[in-house]
C-alpha cells in the first residue's frame, strides 16, 4: 500500500460513514416539521375559491400566501415547529380573524377552518 493510499482510503471510509448519518439527521428533522392546512368560507359557511391565505412567520415576519382553489382548501407544509405564526385569509376586502399557531402546540398536522366575515379594517 503506498503511502498516499494509507492518507486517502481513512478518509473515503469515514466519509461514506458520516453520509447515512446525515440523511437520517434530515429525515429526523424532517418528521419534525409541521403541516397547517384548512378551508376558507364565506359568512355563509361555504367553501370560498379565490381567498388568500397569509402566513406569517412571527420570528422573520416573513409572509407567504397561498390561493384558495374552487375547493376553498389551503396548505402550508414544512413549517419549523420552534416558530410561531400568524394565519389569515381575505378577498374582496373581506377578512377572517387572525389565528396563532404556536409553537407549544406540538400536533403535527394543524386544521383551521378561516371565516371570512368582517371588513378589513382601513390602514
Do not use: C
Amino acid at each position: 500500500m503506498t503511502p498516499v493510499s494509507r492518507i486517502v482510503w481513512p478518509i473515503l471510509l469515514a466519509a461514506l460513514a458520516f453520509f447515512p448519518g446525515a440523511s437520517a439527521q434530515d429525515k429526523k428533522h424532517e418528521a419534525q416539521l409541521r403541516a397547517v392546512h384548512g378551508t376558507v368560507l364565506d359568512k355563509s359557511e361555504n367553501p370560498l375559491s379565490g381567498g388568500i391565505v397569509f402566513l406569517k412567520n412571527m420570528r422573520t415576519k416573513g409572509v407567504t400566501t397561498h390561493i384558495t382553489g374552487e375547493d376553498g382548501n389551503y396548505r402550508f407544509s414544512g413549517l419549523d415547529p420552534n416558530v410561531d405564526y400568524e394565519i389569515h385569509a381575505e378577498k374582496e376586502g373581506i377578512t377572517s380573524i387572525t389565528k396563532t399557531v404556536s409553537s407549544f402546540d406540538s400536533r403535527k398536522d394543524i386544521v383551521l377552518s378561516l371565516k371570512l366575515d368582517r371588513k378589513r379594517p382601513e390602514k
